[in-house]
Structures are given as C-alpha cells and as structure tokens.
C-alpha cells in the first residue's frame, strides 16, 4: 500500500502554468508506474498522464498533450504534473494514483490503479 499527497493546485487565468506534486510514502515507489488524473463536477474521472516507474516513458490523454508535462523524482518519490496553457476546461480535482501491478507500461484505466490521494483542486478561469 501507498500513501499519495498532492499539492500544488489553485486558481489561475487561462494560459496560466500551475505545477502539481504527488509525494509518494510507503510502497517502492522506483518500480511502479504513476498516473495523474482528474474529476470535474458532474463528469466521469479522466485519465491525464502516466509515467513509468523509471521515467524514460509517458503518455498523454489527447487533451493536454503538448501543454502537460509529467515527470518523477524517484529519489525524493515524488511526481510532478507541469500544467501550461491552461484552459477553463482544464477545471478539475486532480488526482494522483500509483498503478497496481509492479513494471508495467502503460494503463490507462481508473480501475487499474489505486490507493488513491485526496486530490488538488485546479480552477482556471477565462
């Protein structure tokens, strides 16, 4: 089991950057892929981005490609979501997720993670 606490989100003017941190205790962080996702009020969670347990790997949803970056320190176990160009639908509580097998590469769904942090709230404003 892994204990995951996000920090990092606020409130920003569309184009705006916010960098998102997902500190990691517990469980060998350095050989599981980590994920971040998100809630917006009303909708289904989404997946954002994945990174594998090393760091050489990422995926992106085609949503924020281009404007996310997502990156780990294994050394400090701690993962990063670098958000710029922001936009009003970029809205949402994000969260972050460690995946449930050990070393592999890549899972998209929801189900396929857990231990789940409390999440971020990011509000980007027009």
């Known amino acids: 089991q892994v204990q995951l606490v996000e920090s990092g989100g606020g409130l920003v003017q569309a184009g705006g950057s916010l960098r998102l941190s997902c500190a990691a205790s517990?469980?060998?962080?350095?050989?599981?892929?980590m994920a971040w996702f998100r809630q917006a009020p009303g909708k289904e969670r989404e997946f954002v981005a994945a990174?594998?347990?090393?760091?050489?790997?990422?995926y992106y949803a085609d949503s924020v490609k281009g404007r996310f970056t997502i990156s780990r320190d294994n050394a400090k176990n701690t993962m990063y979501l670098q958000m710029n160009s922001l936009k009003p639908e970029d809205t949402a509580v994000y969260y972050c997720?460690?995946?449930?097998?050990?070393?592999?590469?890549?899972?998209?769904?929801?189900?396929?993670?857990?231990?789940w942090g409390q999440g971020t709230q990011v509000t980007v404003s027009s």
């Open positions: 997720s460690q995946d449930k097998r050990i070393r592999r590469w890549v899972a998209t769904a929801g189900g396929e993670y857990d231990d």
């Open positions: 517990g469980r060998t962080f350095s050989t599981y892929s």
């Open positions: 990174i594998s347990w090393g760091g050489s790997s990422t």
